[in-house]
C-alpha cells in the first residue's frame, strides 16, 4: 500500500493545474450532518467524511443482504422452490370458494406449534381443481412457519418419488432422505396425484404417511383428485392414516391460472 506522501507526490506530478483552486464548499454529511473534512492532497482538494455514517450503513446493508441470503438458503433446503417462496397468505387471492380454506389455513399457522395439534399430529387435507391455489397455501403455511424456525419439508410428491426411485440424489441418498422427511416438524406433500400404479410408489408412500402418524408428526397434503378417487389410488391403509391425521378443506373458486393467462390475452 502507498503512503500518502506517496499519493500526494503523484497527485503533484500529474496534477495539470499550477496552482490549488479555493477550497470547496463544505459538503454535510446526509445522515448526521457532520461537515465532511476538507484536505489539499497535492493541488487538489478532497473531502471526506468526519463521522462513520458511511460505515454504519455499509455494515447495515451487508447484514441485510447476510439475512436475506439466510432466508433464502433455509427456503430452499425447506425444498421450497422459487415459485413456492412468493408464496404467502398476503399473495392468496381470496374469493368465495377458498376463503374457508384460507382461513383455516392461516390459523394453522398462527395457532403453531400448538401442544395439542402436535401431540394429535394434525394436518391438513387440501383438496380441489387445479390452479384453485391448494399449493399456494400449503406453501403459505410452510414459509410462516420457517420465518418462525419451524423444520418444514415441502415435497412435490410426483418429483420425490421419481428422486426416490433413482437414489434420490448425489449429495443424499433414498435413506437420507427418508431420515429428513421423518426429522421434519411438518411435511407438506404438494399434489399427491392419483396415479400410483406401482406398488413400490403406494408402498413409499404409506411408509412416509404412516412414519408421521406413528411419531405424531403433522403432514399437509394437496391433491387435486376426488378422496374417493385418492382412496382407490392410495389405497385404504394409507388413505384411512391420512383421513385420520388431517381435516380435509375443500378449495374451490375460479382456476388462477387459466384467469391470469386470460387476463394476458385480453391485454
Ligand atoms: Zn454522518
Same mark, same amino acid.
Not at 29 to 33: A, I, K, L, S, T
Not at 130 to 133: F, P, Q
Not at 192 to 198: A, C, F, I, N
Given at each position: 500500500m502507498q503512503s500518502i506522501g506517496e499519493i500526494q507526490g503523484m497527485i503533484s506530478t500529474f496534477s495539470s493545474s499550477p496552482e490549488p483552486g479555493p477550497e470547496p464548499k463544505q459538503r454535510l454529511?446526509?445522515?448526521? /450532518?457532520l461537515p465532511y473534512r476538507s484536505l489539499l492532497l497535492g493541488k487538489q482538494w478532497f473531502s471526506s467524511p468526519a463521522c462513520d455514517c458511511r460505515d454504519r450503513i455499509e455494515r447495515v446493508q451487508l447484514a441485510q443482504e447476510w439475512k436475506e441470503e439466510e432466508r433464502d438458503h433455509r427456503l430452499r433446503e425447506a425444498g421450497l422452490g422459487a415459485r413456492w417462496r412468493q408464496c404467502s397468505f398476503q399473495q392468496f387471492e381470496q374469493n368465495e370458494g377458498n376463503h374457508l380454506a384460507l382461513e383455516r389455513c392461516r390459523a394453522y399457522a398462527q395457532q403453531w406449534p400448538q401442544q395439542a395439534r402436535l401431540r394429535e399430529g394434525s394436518g391438513l387435507l387440501l383438496s380441489g381443481s387445479? /390452479?384453485? /391455489?391448494k399449493s399456494h397455501l400449503a406453501a403459505a403455511v410452510a414459509l410462516a412457519l420457517l420465518e418462525r424456525g419451524a423444520k418444514v419439508l415441502f415435497r412435490n410428491t410426483s418429483a420425490f418419488l421419481c428422486r426416490l426411485k433413482d437414489g434420490y440424489a448425489e449429495d443424499r441418498s433414498e435413506r437420507q432422505e427418508m431420515e429428513c422427511l421423518e426429522a421434519a416438524e411438518l411435511l407438506v406433500l404438494d399434489d399427491? /396425484?392419483?396415479?400410483?400404479?406401482?406398488p413400490w410408489e403406494r408402498e413409499t408412500l404409506y411408509r412416509v404417511v404412516n412414519g408421521r402418524y406413528e411419531q405424531l408428526k403433522p403432514i399437509i397434503v394437496t391433491t387435486n383428485a376426488d378422496l374417493n378417487l385418492l382412496e382407490k389410488s392410495l389405497g385404504p391403509r394409507t388413505f384411512g392414516r391420512l383421513l385420520e391425521m388431517c381435516l380435509p378443506l375443500q378449495v374451490g373458486g375460479e382456476d388462477h391460472r387459466r384467469k391470469s393467462s386470460r387476463q394476458r390475452k385480453d391485454r
Open positions: 454529511c446526509p445522515q448526521c /450532518g387445479t /390452479g384453485v /391455489g399427491l /396425484g392419483v396415479e400410483r400404479d406401482s
